[in-house]
Structures are given as structure tokens and as C-alpha cells.
């Protein structure tokens, strides 16, 4: 660790002394003026977050100094000459404002400045100002998908795969920072959906109706505190200006084929935002394990061979209605769906020999099929209080989230939340939070045996219910304040407390268990001498409880030489996390270097054995290691000329597992590497092309190979800018790659390699139709559930 900040406070000296390069002396000779101010949308009063401030001359149009506003629409400009200026403000969806301003030797408070929405016919104007690629904010990193053509027909895994600082493995598992204990939200909100099977879930959802990815590494004590890792919100396209809008899209190619479209509507106090796409995809794969059992009895070998061709498809829909009786009241109601069904079949080569009387040869042809519904609900109130008080809110959110497969998954969260700002930079944020889940799962397994009878029989020992409720409550309380002109302080504490029960039906079996945990957060910001350039550090005390896919103890046999089933006595992962950022930007680039620490004292880890009696490999959970991470990323961008971008965005981590009840202790070091780059080649054409590779990861007993990923997309503009036609080809160059996991105990030791086909090519084409207006653009709260530590396959 302490290499790494030697490097981050080398990298900051390094910057520091190229910003304080003296300014060319063509603009103006620097002073003691200050311009101080906040930016309101003129129809809701609500701060407009990260609007772009810019001082011009009188005449002419040589930016003096610029800054972006805070997360309360604040901004500052510091330095400046005395004279007569121009002020420009400007925010992506609002109409560019100019004012004149008087710039004195001493600070100048501007008040509240406001920007009303832009009206705009879509696909009959040119928008003059776009979202970069990626936006670093105080306290998330944004990566806006809208503004990337090769995501254009694909899914949310493609998206995800892009967004920096994430990694998405072959399987579909995302990880932050490598570790895939976090959250997924939608909208900022848990989904039934994303509560199964991730992977299979995120290529329900069609790339082109995303708007952005937002990364959150330090959560505060008003997120919940679990998701050790951080959480991940999918934003969804919508948008609340007054009139009608929408889009429609599809898309086809060798791997996946959807249909999409949107309608928002809104008329005086009344909004409607609806979605619906359907989607189909077909993934191949080939994958071969050799095991060796080290038993007294000699050494047995197992060699398994499987094929398969996964073929999915379904639908998603949403439907929001919004209710603005006034500027100080809103009402939320919506409500959301999908429907997925997948076939597997397989052809299984099972062959074990080397032990006496244990030899087996035998092929299997499977069947896999899954089947599931998932469906959200929910309603908000929102009370703001005026141009007055534009800081201070209320808000009360309701969700309940239903999955209705062969196992049963109910979810209930009641919130409240208010933020009360006591001076132009101190506020306090309080707020409480229910959320009741019940969990059942009713499995079963009929087998015969033609020696012992005639038909199938159901198998007592493999049969059973088992239903699990998990109940949390929780407060929490967020100071936010500055002290001086540069430095900002967030101090806060979540309070939580669970109650667990859990029932084994068939077997009589029943257990109980509560806990109270308090977890505080702190985070100091540094604004450095010269504008644009910040210092971060943070701490925070997470808790990572398990789903149910870890605590189920239902027997996965897919052959009778391996097995995997869950932990139902497993306890809830501590993490503490520490934080140290620097972040920079200007017009053309910009730059942000983390260095970090996560250590889990008590970690939930995959662990296998073999159990000689049975002549097979167990693979089940425990709290049985801790986990130590010791990191450090980096992420930067580049606007040579104006329609050229390029970003790239590296990770480099050093994972050490110990675990005393195994005697073992394994580490690692990997790095993950990407790179973007956009060309706009004229008005009707664009060009962008993104690629990454990853070095791999550890496990407690397991080492996996790393993985590469490139794609080139070029999009044409059509139909009067209206609608536009894409073409992407990803991992062109070979049908597909191997991929190898290896697992190594005193017990046995295997090999597994998997071939998974993964070129691609897609034609998508969009239409966008509609006119909007100015109006209210209020921003809406939403549940936040980001507190389970999920991960593997509900099927």
C-alpha cells in the first residue's frame, strides 16, 4: 500500500507542477476576483448538478476561467481579472444562458442563477454541447452509454463491459475493483430481475435503452451498507420534458436479435414514461475437466466432456405515471416486468477410473430448461419547499418485488428520507428504511434404478422445502459541510439491525439469528490551488449479507462425481474500505488516480473437498478467510481535436487470502486493462472502437485465466438526424477463445477449459420521433436496496 500512494503523491506533484505552468500571455493577467453562485432549473427550483460555467470576454469568445458545479449546482471561479464579462451557463437538456457580470477586486456573490428546458423538435436541431464518454464526479464515476456507438443492438453485459473500472468475465460475472460484492440498481432501484441469475439477466436488457452507468466505489451511510464493493446503476433512457417523445429500435446479428421502444408523454402535471422490448440470443460453449483424486487407495482420475447451445429469449416492459400537482409535490407509481426462458441441452461425456471398483463410463444427454417472471411495483412522494429552501426535501418510497419461478422471491422496502441545509454549504440528510424478504425454494429429485424398481421415485435424502426470512432496519444520518473555500467534509453513520429465520420443512429443522451492526463513513475533499483539480480520501465499514443462493443446501449433482450446495449457517462479511483519490479535468482532458484498500476480516469463500465415501467433490461456502485487496486505478481522457476522443483506463490489484481453518493462504497480482476512442467523421458518420484484456483472478483454492475483448462500430445518421443505422463487429479476428479455471487441494486437484464462441457482428438501426417543450424536469427519488451479497445461478 505504501508503494502505491508514493506513486498516487507522484503523480499528484507531477500535475500540480504542470498546472502551475504560467498562462499564456495572451489572456488575462490573473487576479483577486471571485465569482460565487448556484444553478437552479427555473421550473422546479432543483439545483441542476455539474452545469458548465464559463467567464468570457465582453467581445469574443476565449473562455477567461471555467468551472462545473457540485452535486448542489455550486460553483465558484477564483483568480479572476477585474473588469466586464460575460457568464455562460450551460447544461445538457437547458437552453444556453449568457449574462453580463462586473468582476471587482474582491468575491461577488451572483445568488441563484437559473436555466429553463430547452425546446427542441428531435432530429430537426443540432445539439451544440453533448456528455463526455465518462464524467468524474465527487463521488461516482459516469459512464454515459448514449454517447457509444458500439454499444448500439447489444445488451447491458456489453455496456457493463466497457464502463471503467468494471470487469465482466465470460460467465457474466461483474466485478468492481475485483470483487464481485456489490449491487446492481436500476434506476436506483433493486430489481426481481437482477436477483436470479445476473448473467442471464443483464442480456435482458437492450443496450440502446440505457442513458448511462454510474460506479459508486465509497457509498455513503444514506446507501445501504451492503455491497462491501460498491453499486452499479443502470440509468434507463426517459425524459420528463413537457410534449411527446419516443424511440423505436431493432437490431439483429449472429448472437443476439431485439426489438425496443419507448413513449414518454407528459401534459401539465401529468408524465408517462413506458418502455417495452423483446429480445432473443443463442450462446454456444464447449467445456472439458480433468480431475485427479489423491486417495490411500490410489489416485482416480475423472474426465468429463460437455457441449452445449444455450438459446434464450423474453420480454421487458415498464410503464411510470408522475403526478406534479404543484412545484413543491410529486407523485411517483410505477411498475415493471420480464419474462425469460431458456433451453440448454447438453450432451455429457462422464468416464472415472483408477480406483477399484469406482471405474464409470457414460454418456448423458440433459435437458436444462428455466423458466422465469419477474415483477416490480412501486410509489413515491417527493416534497420540495420552495426557491427559498432549494436544498431541503422529504421524500417516502415504497417497492415490492415479486419472482415467480419454481422458488418463490418477495421483497418488501418502506423509506423515508429528508435533507435539511442549515448555510450555503452545510446540509444534513436523515432518513429510515424496512425491508421484509421471503425467500422459499421447494426442490425435489425423482430417480430410478432398474434394479430396485420399475418407475421413477422421489429421493427423500435429495427432496425437501426450505424457506428463509430475512428482515432489516435500519437509520442513518449524513452531515455534509465545508470548512473554508477548500476543503468539504461527508460524516455519517448507519445504523442496522437483521433478523433471520430459516426453516428445512421436510426435515424439522429450524434456526434463528439477529445482529446489530453500526457503520460509519467519512470522506474530506481537498480543492488544490489551481481549479478543476481535487484531493479525496474516504473511509467506510461495510456489511455483505448472503442471498440465498449461498445459504440454500440444496444438492447440485450434475454428475455424481461433483456436487455443490449452500451454507445455511453462514454469517454476514465486515469490510472496511479505505479510499485515496485525485481527480483533474479540463475542455479537453482530464484524469483520476485512486489508490485503495479493502479488507474483509470474516469473507465468504467457495471452497471445495472430497469426500472419500461418496467418491466425489463437495463445493459449498464458508467464513473462513480473510481478504485483503490492495489496489490501484487510474482512468484518463483525451480530446486531441474536437471531434476526436480517446479514454483508456487501468487497474492494478493485489489480493492476498488467508484461512486458517484451511491452512492455506494464496495471492495475486492482476491487471485490467481498456481503451476508447470516438471520431466523428462528419455529420453523418461516426467511427468508435473499444478493446480490453484482463490478466485473470484467484479464488481460495482456485486460479482463472485472463480474457480479451475488442469491437469496431460506424454509425450513419439518417432520416433528417432523426434515426441512424449502426454496424458492430466484436472479437472478429477468431470464432472464439479458451478459457481455464484450475483448483487445487491436499485432496484433489482439476483442470477445466471452456470454449465459448464469441464473434459477433449486429446491424441496429433506431428512429426517434416526437417534439419537447420547456417544463418542470424535477429529479425523483427511488429505493435503494444494495444490500445482499449475490452472485451464481438461481436455476
Known amino acids: 500500500m505504501k508503494q502505491l500512494l508514493v506513486l498516487l503523491v507522484a503523480v499528484v506533484c507531477a500535475l500540480q507542477s504542470q498546472a502551475q505552468t504560467p498562462a499564456p500571455a495572451t489572456k488575462p493577467t490573473a487576479g483577486t476576483g471571485q465569482l460565487r ?60 444562458r449568457a449574462r453580463p457580470v462586473a468582476v471587482t477586486s474582491e468575491a461577488t456573490n451572483l445568488g441563484v442563477l437559473t436555466l429553463a428546458a430547452a425546446a427542441q423538435k428531435l432530429g430537426e436541431v443540432s445539439v451544440t454541447g453533448q456528455r463526455p464518454l465518462v464524467e468524474n464526479r465527487p463521488d461516482r464515476l459516469v459512464y454515459n452509454a448514449e454517447q457509444d456507438a458500439t454499444s448500439a443492438g447489444g445488451t447491458a453485459a456489453d455496456v457493463l463491459r466497457k464502463t471503467p473500472l468494471l470487469n465482466v468475465d465470460v460467465d457474466g460475472n461483474v466485478q468492481l475493483r475485483g470483487t464481485s460484492n456489490l449491487r446492481i440498481l436500476i434506476n436506483n432501484k433493486p430489481s426481481a430481475m437482477l436477483a436470479g441469475n445476473l448473467a442471464d439477466a443483464l442480456k435482458q436488457i437492450p443496450a440502446d435503452q440505457i442513458k448511462a452507468i454510474e460506479v459508486i466505489t465509497s457509498p455513503s451511510s444514506k446507501y445501504d451498507a451492503e455491497g462491501s464493493g460498491g453499486v452499479i446503476n443502470i440509468v434507463l433512457k426517459k425524459n420528463n420534458l413537457q410534449g411527446t417523445n419516443g424511440n423505436i429500435g431493432a437490431g439483429v446479428g449472429n448472437r443476439n436479435q431485439n426489438l425496443n421502444g419507448s413513449l414518454n408523454v407528459r401534459r401539465g402535471k401529468l408524465g408517462l414514461n413506458t418502455r417495452l422490448s423483446s429480445y432473443y440470443n443463442t450462446y454456444p460453449y464447449y467445456s472439458s475437466t480433468t480431475r485427479n483424486d489423491f486417495t490411500p487407495a490410489g489416485t482416480g482420475l475423472l474426465r468429463q466432456q460437455n457441449s452445449s447451445s444455450s438459446e434464450g429469449l423474453g420480454g421487458y416492459g415498464q410503464v411510470e405515471l408522475t403526478y406534479d400537482p404543484s412545484a413543491l409535490h410529486s407523485f411517483t407509481l410505477s411498475a415493471n416486468g420480464n419474462r425469460y426462458q431458456s433451453d440448454s441441452p447438453q450432451e455429457a461425456f462422464n468416464q472415472y477410473s483408477g480406483l477399484p471398483g469406482r471405474d464409470t463410463l457414460y454418456l448423458r444427454d440433459i435437458a436444462q430448461r428455466y423458466l422465469g417472471r419477474n415483477y416490480d411495483f412501486n410509489a413515491g412522494y417527493t416534497r420540495t419547499f420552495g426557491p427559498k429552501q432549494p436544498r431541503r426535501e422529504w421524500s417516502v418510497l415504497a417497492q415490492h418485488t415479486r419472482s415467480s419461478n419454481l422458488a418463490r422471491n418477495l421483497e418488501t422496502t418502506l423509506q423515508t428520507d429528508y435533507t435539511h441545509p442549515f448555510k450555503e454549504k452545510t446540509t444534513l440528510e436523515v432518513g429510515a428504511k424496512a425491508i421484509l424478504r421471503q425467500v422459499s425454494s421447494d426442490y425435489s429429485l425423482d430417480t430410478l434404478l432398474l434394479a430396485r424398481q420399475a418407475d421413477f421415485a422421489r429421493s427423500p435424502r435429495r427432496s425437501n422445502a426450505f424457506d428463509y426470512q430475512q428482515d432489516v432496519a435500519a437509520t442513518y444520518g449524513t452531515l455534509n459541510l465545508a470548512a473554508g473555500k477548500k476543503y468539504a467534509f461527508n460524516l455519517g453513520a448507519r445504523l442496522e439491525y437483521t433478523s433471520i429465520e430459516g426453516d428445512f420443512v421436510g426435515a424439522g429443522s429450524r434456526f434463528t439469528n439477529s445482529y446489530f451492526n453500526a457503520l460509519p463513513s467519512v470522506s474530506a475533499t481537498r480543492t488544490l490551488k489551481e481549479p478543476g483539480h481535487t484531493l479525496r480520501a474516504s473511509f467506510s465499514r461495510r456489511i455483505q449479507r448472503p442471498n440465498i443462493y449461498y445459504l440454500n443446501p440444496y444438492v447440485s449433482q450434475i454428475t455424481p462425481n461433483s456436487v455443490s450446495y449452500g451454507n445455511p449457517t453462514l454469517s454476514p462479511e465486515l469490510t472496511s474500505n479505505y479510499d485515496l483519490s485525485y481527480s483533474t479535468f479540463n475542455k479537453k482532458s482530464s484524469l483520476n488516480v485512486s489508490a485503495y484498500l479493502r479488507y474483509t476480516g470474516n469473507s465468504i469463500e467457495r471452497y471445495s473437498r472430497y469426500n472419500e465415501t461418496l467418491a466425489r467433490s463437495e463445493a459449498t461456502f464458508g467464513n473462513l478467510a480473510t481478504n485483503a485487496t490492495y489496489g490501484l486505478s487510474l482512468y484518463g481522457s483525451i480530446k486531441p481535436v474536437p471531434d476526436w476522443n480517446i479514454s483508456g483506463n487501468a487497474s492494478f490489484n493485489y489480493t492476498r487470502l488467508t484461512s486458517a481453518a484451511l491452512a492455506r493462504t494464496t495471492s495475486l497480482f492482476t491487471a485490467n486493462f481498456g481503451f476508447n476512442s470516438s471520431w466523428k467523421i462528419n455529420k453523418k458518420y461516426s467511427l468508435q472502437g473499444y478493446s480490453g484484456f484482463s490478466t485473470g483472478g484467484v479464488g481460495l483454492q482456485s486460479r482463472y485465466s485472463g480474457y480479451s475483448y475488442y469491437s469496431l462500430a460506424i454509425k450513419r445518421v439518417i432520416l433528417k438526424e432523426k434515426g441512424d443505422i449502426t454496424l458492430n463487429a466484436s472479437n472478429f479476428l477468431t470464432p472464439g477463445r479458451e478459457f481455464r479455471n484450475s483448483t487445487t487441494t491436499d485432496q484433489f486437484s482439476s483442470e477445466s477449459v471452456s470454449y465459448q464462441y464469441q464473434r459477433t457482428v449486429r446491424l441496429s438501426f433506431s428512429y426517434r420521433f416526437g417534439k419537447l417543450t420547456a417544463g418542470n424536469t424535477r429529479q425523483r427519488r427511488s429505493v435503494r436496496n444494495d444490500d445482499s451479497k449475490g452472485g451464481g445461478d438461481s436455476q
Do not use: M, N
Open 37 to 96: 453562485g448556484s444553478v437552479q432549473d427555473s421550473a422546479s427550483h432543483k439545483a441542476i448538478e455539474y452545469a458548465t460555467v464559463i467567464l468570457l470576454p465582453a467581445v469574443g469568445t476565449a473562455p477567461i476561467a471555467s468551472t462545473t458545479c457540485d452535486d448542489q449546482g455550486r460553483f465558484e471561479l477564483k483568480r479572476l481579472p477585474a473588469g466586464a464579462f460575460r457568464l455562460q451557463l450551460s447544461f445538457v437538456g437547458y437552453a444556453t
